[in-house]
């Protein structure tokens, strides 16, 4: 069983910028490096949409949608953390931002029924 926890959410202003951190621990079936990660957000009452997402090979995958060109996602695979920067971040960027996890082996993917496990959250609120 994968466990994942997100942190460095928090409240900013319009234009700021926040590093999200996804921590994995427990049972990966292998290195952590073979799992694919993936970065959603739920804004209350809405779909859970996808932002970024990292395979094991390292490669990246981005929204065509949720903030295009303002999302870096990046693994650090003996740490066993999964970043995600967030940057010039607009009050429509308040939402619950998770992480989630697929593999060994699997390729990432946008679709968040993909994606097995997940962590509980991290809040990210953007307001003057």
């Known amino acids: 069983q994968v466990q994942l926890m997100e942190s460095g959410g928090g409240s900013v202003q319009p234009g700021s910028s926040l590093t999200l951190s996804c921590e994995a621990s427990?049972?990966?079936?292998?290195?952590?490096?073979?799992?694919?990660i993936g970065w959603f957000r739920q804004i209350l009452g809405k779909e859970r949409d996808f932002v970024a997402a990292?395979?094991?090979?390292?490669?990246?995958?981005y929204s065509a949608d949720s903030m295009k060109g303002r999302a870096t996602i990046s693994r650090d695979n003996a740490k066993k953390t999964v970043l995600l920067r967030l940057a010039a971040l607009k009050p429509e960027d308040t939402a619950l931002y998770y992480c989630?996890?697929?593999?060994?082996?699997?390729?990432?993917?946008?679709?968040?029924?993909?994606?097995?496990?997940w962590g509980q959250g991290t809040q990210v609120t953007v307001s003057s």
């Open positions: 427990g049972d990966f079936s292998g290195p952590f490096s073979g799992l694919s």
């Open positions: 990292v395979s094991r090979s390292g490669g990246t995958l």
């Open positions: 989630a996890a697929r593999g060994p082996g699997l390729g990432s993917s946008q679709f968040h029924v993909d994606y097995p496990y």
